[in-house]
């Protein structure tokens, strides 16, 4: 069987979604992996997504769903993982079946909590996946504006260019244009850190920030990744690239972001929590900001929006004061 065999999805959330919708533009049938059997019940009756998307129909026929993770492994040749990055270690401990000679694509925007790892780093140290069969996907692309076949972009980092080429051909469509890189681990960690300045815009936001200040918010934004990146995975790239500046910018404006919405709420006086609940989603810049924070101890880049964000979600300082101080930094 040819590259890229039998494809998997392994989530049931909102990008998951996007993508087994992308993925059968192009394939004849996916196997697709949900923890839940109500949900799959659901699905299967009503002919979309019950929760996430609902307004994606799907031609059930072409679905082979599943609630158990080793039958799906085995019977797929390429894994698209998207799950939120925290339950990630907790999907994966159910797993008998090997990894190493599956082809596995990182949809997961997040670093593993516990391990402080990007989630190729994590498949590679536990699951012995060689580097040409792990890839990641990168924006700037919001799941429902896939929904709604809007005109999209994704990256797809591999250090296996014509594996790369080969997911791009998966994925892509009319409305949906996809690109290759060999820069996995920028992508991965720009896709954590873009998260954190869209908290960090939201926060700004929900204080009453304008669109002036928030512009210069995030060309600080953009450098403080430029000077991250440079220091955990020195290598040529241009940070204005659509997988870095295009990711940031989508996510730090736009009404479908989660981490923005997060942020807003913080910054309107919502504690951490609250704003958790009532959310519904997870808003995975509130794990990536810690994870990064203590990988930093290592690197030591000047990273003042991090930290600003930081000190407000986990030490519980004052949006408005921290914020006020961050501002004496910009020019």
């Known amino acids: 069987m040819s590259f890229p065999g039998r494809v998997a999805i392994l989530g049931g959330g909102t990008w998951a979604t996007a993508i087994a919708k992308l ?4 394939a004849e049938s996916i196997n697709w992996y949900m923890r839940r059997r109500d949900r799959i019940d659901d699905f299967k009756r009503l002919g979309h997504n019950p929760v996430y998307l609902s307004s994606v129909k799907f031609d059930i026929s072409r679905i082979n769903f599943t609630t158990n993770l080793n039958k799906v492994v085995k019977e797929s040749d390429t894994l698209i993982l998207v799950t939120p990055s ?3 270690k907790q999907h994966l401990k159910k797993l008998k079946e090997p990894l190493d000679k599956k082809f596995v694509v990182s949809a997961i925007k997040g670093i593993v909590p516990d391990e402080n790892m990007i989630v190729t ?3 590679k140290k536990f699951y012995n996946i060689p580097d040409s069969n792990l890839a990641v996907i990168g924006g700037p692309c919001h799941a429902e504006e896939v929904a709604l076949e809007r005109l999209s972009y994704l990256t797809i980092g591999c250090p296996d260019t014509l594996k790369a080429r080969k997911i791009t051909e998966l994925l892509g469509n009319h409305f949906l244009k996809a690109s290759t890189s060999k820069d996995v ?4 960690y720009g896709s954590v850190l873009k998260n954190v300045y869209a ?7 929900g204080l009453k920030y304008g669109d002036n200040f928030q512009a210069v918010l995030i060309s600080n934004a953009i450098q403080e990744l430029d000077r991250f990146l440079k220091a955990v995975h020195p290598m040529r790239r241009n940070i204005c690239e659509s997988a870095y500046l295009g990711d940031l910018l989508v996510t730090a404006y736009s009404r479908f972001s989660r981490n923005h919405t997060f942020g807003t709420m ?4 919502y504690s951490v929590k609250t704003a958790q609940i009532e959310m519904e989603m997870v808003a995975e810049g509130y794990y990536g900001t810690k994870c990064i924070k203590e990988i930093n101890e290592q690197y030591h880049v000047d990273m003042p929006i991090l930290d600003t964000v930081y000190n407000i979600l986990y030490n519980k300082m004052s949006s ?7 501002t004496e930094t910009f020019r």
């Open 23 to 26: 993925v059968l533009y192009n």
């Open 121 to 123: 780093d994590y498949l």
């Open 320 to 326: 408005f004061a921290e914020i006020k101080r961050l």
């Open 185 to 188: 681990e920028g992508i991965e």
């Open 266 to 269: 913080i910054g309107k006086g």
């Open 86 to 88: 925290p339950y990630l």
């Open 199 to 205: 908290i960090a815009a939201g926060i700004c936001y």
